[in-house]
C-alpha cells in the first residue's frame, strides 16, 4: 500500500480488499473500515464524473440537477439558506446554480412572507419538465450499473449511506493530527 494515499489511483481502490489494508494491524474491523471508506470515495467520484458526462448533451451537470430534485419534493419552495444545508453545500455555491437556473426558466425566486431578506426557490413547470427528461436517462443508467444488486442488498446499502451522512458533519472538524 503506498504511504501517501494521494499515490492511491482509482484502480487501487477498485481492487483493494481488506487483506491489502494492512495499516491498521491486528484490527480486522479497522481495516474494513478502511477499505468501505476508500470506496466510497471512489465511487463518489466516479459515480459524478458518469453523471457529468451523461448530462453534458443535454445542457446539465449532475450538481445543476440536484437542486431541482429537491425543489420537486417541495412544491411550496425553499428558501436559498435551507436549500443549500439540504444539499450541504455554501450558499454561495448554490447561489450561482440557482442565478443559472433562473435564467434557464427552471427555477424562479420569490420574496420570503416574514423576511425581506429571504427569497423562496421554487421549481418552475419548465424545471420539472427538464428533471423529468434528464431523469428518464439517469434511471437507465442507474438500472445498469445496479443491475444483479438484489433489492435487499439496495436497502442495507441505501441504510448505510443515510447513517454516514447523518453522522458526517456539514462543516469538518478540525484535527490537529
Known amino acids: 500500500m503506498p504511504s501517501d494515499p494521494a499515490d492511491l ?3 487501487f481502490y477498485l481492487s483493494l480488499t481488506e487483506a491489502d489494508a494492512s ?6 474491523r479497522g481495516s474494513l473500515e478502511l477499505v468501505v471508506s476508500m470506496r466510497i470515495a471512489f465511487v463518489a467520484r466516479a459515480w459524478i464524473t458518469r453523471a457529468n458526462a451523461l448530462f453534458r448533451g443535454r445542457g446539465y451537470t449532475a450538481a445543476q440537477r440536484a437542486h431541482l430534485y429537491v425543489l420537486a419534493s417541495k412544491p411550496k ?3 436559498q439558506a435551507e436549500l443549500a444545508a439540504i444539499l450541504r453545500i455554501s450558499e454561495a455555491s448554490l447561489s450561482r446554480r440557482i442565478k ?7 427555477v424562479s425566486r420569490h420574496p420570503f412572507c416574514g423576511d425581506g ?14 428533471l423529468n427528461a434528464s431523469d428518464r436517462v439517469a434511471r437507465e ?3 445498469r450499473l445496479l443491475a444483479g444488486v438484489t433489492d435487499e442488498e439496495l436497502a442495507i446499502t441505501a441504510k448505510v ?8 458533519p456539514q462543516t469538518p472538524e478540525r484535527s490537529d493530527a
Open 141 to 143: 443508467d442507474r438500472t
Open 100 to 106: 443559472l437556473s433562473i435564467e434557464e426558466g427552471l
Open 77 to 79: 419552495g425553499l428558501t
Open 9 to 11: 489511483d482509482d484502480a
Open 117 to 130: 431578506r429571504a427569497n423562496l426557490i421554487r421549481l418552475e413547470p419548465k424545471g420539472l419538465d427538464a
Open 161 to 168: 449511506l443515510k447513517l454516514l451522512t447523518d453522522r458526517i
Open 23 to 28: 495499516t491498521t494491524g491486528d484490527d480486522p
